[in-house]
């Protein structure tokens, strides 16, 4: 059985200073989807010369994954586990926070100088209650490194999981299946294996069809039971798709940490302040 769109959300606008910004999740409606608790989509939008760059300075995280989507532009990564990168147009970065690290999203220094095109997805991806406090680990992959699949009409940048018998740039510590799809105008696209899983359908430009159900730009489509979903651009497009195996526990979130439990939280909040997840420094370049 194919699954068809039961319900789809806007995108709120929530600009940080400068930097356009709009978040599909939470918002009203949906707090998650299962294990995909936040997105937010920074742009599209052009930086002049002389620019502050993104706001992103050091900042912790515990208990949960970021990956981060480089649609246009660049990110300079460095956080407290040693990991720097200048990530560009069509990469990704995918950061397990686990017992808690701090990082820094920034602007290389060449951006700010000269300025360009921006546009940046950051997803957040709950860890269950046995990996919330794993070892903090960081993967960044350039453009060239993720696989992207023909597929009539349509390019598949797989991140994570397999499709079409080729298998993701990064290996998910739950499972989870991720990507990004460029299509054409009239282009389809079906993924299956779906049964069971929290799955996650975004559309970051144009407009797609799921079952004759029109899922505009800037929209979050939650979607029904079945085994397979088939997407079709209805004009030039470009989504993420993803889907992952429920996690049946409790969600607690608080600004920059995801746990299980509000004495979770205020732990989270005490080992930071006395210093246990380390230093970031900003990466330059």
Not at 174 to 192: I, N
Request: glycine share 14%; hydrophobic share 40%; net charge negative.
């Amino acid at each position: 059985m194919s699954r068809s769109v039961t319900s789809v959300h806007p995108a709120r606008r929530d600009d940080i200073g400068d930097l356009v910004t709009r978040r599909p999740v939470p918002g009203p409606g949906v707090d998650n989807v299962g294990a995909f608790l936040f997105l937010n989509h920074h742009g599209p939008q052009n930086y002049p010369p002389g620019n502050r760059g993104l706001p992103f300075g050091p900042h912790p995280h515990r208990g949960f994954e970021t990956v981060t989507f480089i649609l246009d532009g660049e990110l300079a990564h460095t956080d407290s586990a040693g990991h720097e990168s200048i990530i560009r147009a069509g990469g990704v970065q995918w950061m397990t926070a686990g017992r808690g690290i701090i990082h820094a999203e920034v602007s290389p220094e060449g951006f700010k100088r000269d300025g360009g095109p921006m546009e940046i997805l950051q997803l957040w991806l709950n860890l269950p209650a046995r990996l919330k406090m794993t070892t903090p680990r960081y993967v960044g992959v350039q453009a060239d490194g993720i696989p992207a699949i023909e597929a009539e009409g349509a390019t598949v940048h797989l991140v994570s999981g397999e499709w079409q018998g080729r298998r993701g740039a990064i290996e998910s510590l739950t499972g989870v299946f991720l990507s990004w799809v460029e299509a054409q105008p009239g282009a389809s696209v079906t993924f299956d294996g779906l049964r069971g899983r929290d799955v996650f359908l975004y559309a970051a430009r144009g407009s797609i069809d799921v079952a004759g159900r029109e899922v505009p730009q800037f929209h979050l489509a939650q979607l029904g039971e079945g085994e397979s979903v088939t997407i079709t651009a209805t004009g030039p497009a470009l989504f993420v798709f993803g889907h992952a195996d429920p996690i049946d526990e409790p969600i607690v979130a608080h600004g920059p940490f995801v746990m299980n439990s509000a004495e979770e939280i205020r732990q989270a909040f005490a080992d930071y302040q006395a210093g246990k997840f380390g230093v970031a420094e900003i990466v330059e370049g």
